[in-house]
């Protein structure tokens, strides 16, 4: 299975800031997930990143919000922009792997917005 | 769309019990893929098991099993002899076949394992 690290593992923010979060895997993968899971919620799916192409958001979330970066078949980042409590929640990212391509996930970042 | 239903919130069992989790799914599909996954209060998700749609065979992973009814789109997971590093939150999860390989989740289960 791969092995998947994310930057911060948590922060507390001010409304109106933005924070980018980081991914790093330990093998190369071609997409590469962002999730975010609100308090007491399940988790929902915000967009797949590809290596070299736009991302593909989900319904209900926009670049303009959740911009994301794919530089290379290992690393991503999500960027929460001009937050607002509503944005406090975990945001996991997880890729593909193995004979089955089952889905691994990152340890998370948690995020307080104030 | 894919939607996957898990009807019970919480459930409690004995240590050393079985539990049983229930999970339904509603997809077009013919092939696809079925997950377990638990999330302890760490936060971290933890793939428990997995499943594939086309194997009648139902999948086992130690004290960890599934019961697979293709034709009644059922996937419950169930614990045999549960420890207290069991008590997590359970969440199911469907995959379809190739496309996004994008993961839908259903609400999750709160389990509670009484020493």
């Known amino acids: 299975s791969a092995v998947i690290s994310q930057k911060p593992s948590r922060d507390i923010c001010q409304r109106g800031t933005s924070l980018t979060i980081q991914c790093q895997v330990d093998?190369?993968?071609?997409?590469m997930f962002w999730y975010r899971q609100q308090p007491g919620q399940s988790l929902t799916l915000i967009a797949t990143?590809?290596?070299?192409?736009?991302?593909?958001?989900e319904s209900g979330f926009v670049i303009d919000k959740f911009p994301i970066s794919r530089p290379n078949l290992t690393f991503s980042t999500l960027t929460v922009s001009n937050m607002s409590p509503e944005d406090s929640s975990i945001y996991l990212c997880?890729?593909?792997?193995?004979?089955?391509?089952?889905?691994?996930f990152g340890p998370g970042t948690r995020l307080l917005v104030l | 769309a894919q939607t996957v239903t898990q009807s019970q919130p919480e459930m409690s069992v004995q240590e050393a019990e079985t539990v049983t989790l229930s999970c339904t799914y509603d997809?077009?599909?013919?092939?696809?893929?079925l997950f377990w996954y638990k999330q302890p209060p760490s936060r971290q998700m933890i793939l428990v098991i997995r499943?594939?749609?086309?194997?009648?065979q139902n999948a086992t992973e130690n004290r960890f099993s599934v019961n697979f009814q293709k034709a009644a789109k059922s996937f419950s997971l169930k614990i045999s002899d549960s420890q207290l590093g069991d008590a997590a939150m359970y969440f199911c999860?469907?995959?379809?076949?190739?496309?996004?390989?994008?993961?839908?989740f259903g609400k999750g289960m709160k389990l509670t394992v009484n020493p």
């Open positions: 997880s890729v593909n792997s193995g004979r089955l391509r089952a889905q691994y």
């Open positions: 093998s190369q993968v071609t997409m």
């Open positions: 990143a590809n290596q070299g192409s736009e991302a593909t958001y």
């Open positions: 997809t077009s599909e013919s092939d696809y893929y």
């Open positions: 499943q594939e749609a086309y194997k009648q």
């Open positions: 999860a469907y995959r379809r076949l190739g496309g996004s390989e994008k993961l839908v």
